[in-house]
């Protein structure tokens, strides 16, 4: 099973759940798997400086600017982006199951966005076989730190993540389909400390009831 069960419970707010809701939650991480698999695309850049003091990726309109990038990407000679989406099936599995069973929706959007960080653990494990000889940074994303998510389309155009994939990225800067995750990992000759920590860098930080009560999970500390 590629789902993180750990996850998607801490997504429900209910990582000591009682036996009855872990066997819930694994079917419908069982079920879900049967339907729909990640699909990913990722592309390498050289980086290099823009006169504002921003990392550009060469042959790509796209730059970074800000503390995180600075942080994540300043021992870099190079850098990947990917784009990570269970894609438009996940959609459509999630909107019927809503009309019939409410629970089991809420159920399911946990178990999506676990199988969602599931894919962009195998992405990365594949841009760190064919990128051998560069040590890889924790990936990170738009909305992340300082990053905006004003930078999603870009990415997602640079990646040619909507002509390979279907993502497409609405006025507002979310991504379509909704299981979709966007991460830029840089690429360094020397290797890279880990860091990426806490409620700010969490895949789930939008959805979080623990955060949303002001306390956290204890598990990205």
Not at 80 to 97: N, Q
Not at 126 to 145: A, K, M, Q
Request: hydrophobic residues 40%; charged residues 25%; proline residues 3%.
């Amino acid at each position: 099973m590629l789902t993180d069960l750990d996850m998607a419970l801490r997504c429900l707010r209910a990582g000591s759940a009682d036996e009855a809701l872990r066997a819930a939650v694994r079917e419908t991480a069982e079920a879900l798997e049967k339907k729909v698999t990640p699909r990913w695309v990722w592309r390498a850049f050289d980086l290099n400086r823009t006169a504002d003091g921003g990392i550009g990726f060469t042959s790509a309109a796209l730059t970074l600017t800000g503390d995180l990038a600075e942080r994540m990407l300043g021992d870099c000679e190079r850098a990947a982006l990917l784009v990570c989406t269970l894609g438009a099936g996940y959609d459509a599995l999630f909107r019927a199951w809503e009309k019939r069973d409410m629970a089991r929706a809420v159920i399911m959007d946990a178990c999506g966005s676990a199988l969602t960080e599931a894919g962009c653990d195998g992405a990365e494990e594949e841009i760190r076989v064919n990128c051998s000889g560069w040590h890889l940074t924790d990936r990170f994303s738009p909305g992340y730190g300082d990053l905006p998510l004003g930078l999603q389309k870009a990415l997602v155009r640079a990646a040619d993540a909507e002509r390979r994939l279907g993502v497409t990225v609405t006025e507002t800067d979310l991504l379509v389909p909704v299981k979709t995750v966007t991460a830029v990992i840089g690429l360094s000759r020397r290797p890279q400390p880990a860091r990426i920590r806490g409620c700010g860098y969490c895949a789930l930080r939008e959805s979080c009831v623990y955060r949303k009560e002001g306390s956290n999970c204890g598990a990205s500390a």
